[in-house]
């Protein structure tokens, strides 16, 4: 997320140091967030299992009263936030075809509903559908351009996300601001990105609005952890378990942090396991593995890939773990083909800079280092920002004997360790 460019050696030299030096700082206390590891019940799922309770009795007397779908539906929604349950997601989308289809999809709020669910699904073509449609009927036009930003930025449609933000832009705007900050975000400038997502929180602080305080704070904590400022990441993460004790993706963060930030193995471990109690998704059996493959346990780390792959079996998550499917797949030879497969299909889905990366990564693990570097220059080149994206890039470089272009992508890496985290910290020092 940051923008690539040679640093002078001895900048260079200065940041190395202070980043080994700061990785032995003590950030987190055990003491600021035991009390959100355990916590027993959860105001928001319990509120909106009775209003669905609630919601759907009313429908079952009135099924002519479509509006209640509506309703239900978001509760659902809510479910999913924080259980992490996929079949709450499918049943939110379930209730909104019901309803759109009463409505024979000409309502726009129940169109941008359905298409916000299907990003969550990470079913990008059909939310655009569904947006272009809501657009078409013309109500509401101001919220439809942010689902149609969202959308176009998921596919890689850039020019069409920025027209779209351009049609919204307002500095006093909570919605305009969190999406220009995800712009520049994308064009590699996190210190205006930053600057942007304060002055929305700002905004979320002024209204006292709860939920955008949550968003706020939480994506605060994202942001300045890739910008290495790791006491403000931490303290982010805080302030929104203050607000919402439940919320596991601050808990997630804080976990990161202990983990890539101060090596603390033991109680990343802690962390994590006390959050899939209540929040049940295949991605944290793939940070334990993460955490394991550090320690050096390769069995452990092996078990927890097969608990990743065995949930995935076991319910259907359609696409969205496609990219982690694919890194995985990508690193073991034997499954090379299979990770290029599935690459593929990404890059179909969602055209993006990021999907090509692993679709020109699939084919440098298949021995094809030319075609990667053919792909990548086309493609992912000066289009993406991402740590991972980069050392990708750096690797299809030195595969392809273009050591000249490793060099400036290697030190811009050794700046990201926190953010690719520690496993990467071998691998980048290889280049």
Known sequence: MKTYKLIPIFVFTILFIFACDNKTTQITKAADYNKYLHITGNESIDFANKEIEFWQSKYDVAPNQKTFLDVIASKYATLFEYNGDIKNLYKTEDLLIQSNEANNYSKVSTLRSLGRNYIA????????????????????????????????????????????????????????????????????????????????????????????????????GDFYGHAGMIQESYDSYLKTLAIDPNYSYALKGIAWIVFSHERNTTEAKRIVEAIEITHNAPDFFLLKAQIAQFEGDKKEADLNKKAYFDMLNATNYGAMYNKYNTLIYADDQANAAKALEIAKIEVDHRPTPDSYDLLAWSYLNMGQQEKALEIAKEHVLGKSFEPNVQYHLAMIYKANNDTQKVAPIKNELLSSIYELGPNFEKKVNQL
């Not at 699904?121 to 101001?142: D, M, P, S, T, W």
């Not at 049609?167 to 996190?190: F, P, V």
């Open 121 to 220: 699904q990470h079913r990008f073509k059909e939310a655009l559908v569904l947006a272009n449609k809501a657009f078409a009927i013309g109500e509401g036009r101001n919220e439809t351009q942010k689902l149609l930003f969202d959308v176009q930025m998921e596919l890689g449609n850039f020019p069409e996300a920025l027209t779209n933000l351009n049609a919204l832009k307002d500095m006093n705007d909570y919605d305009y601001l969190i999406r220009l900050a995800k712009w520049n975000d994308h064009k590699g400038d996190l210190k205006t990105a930053i600057t942007f997502m304060e002055k929305a929180r700002d905004i979320a602080e002024k209204e006292d609005n709860k939920t955008l305080k949550i968003w706020s704070y939480s994506n605060l």
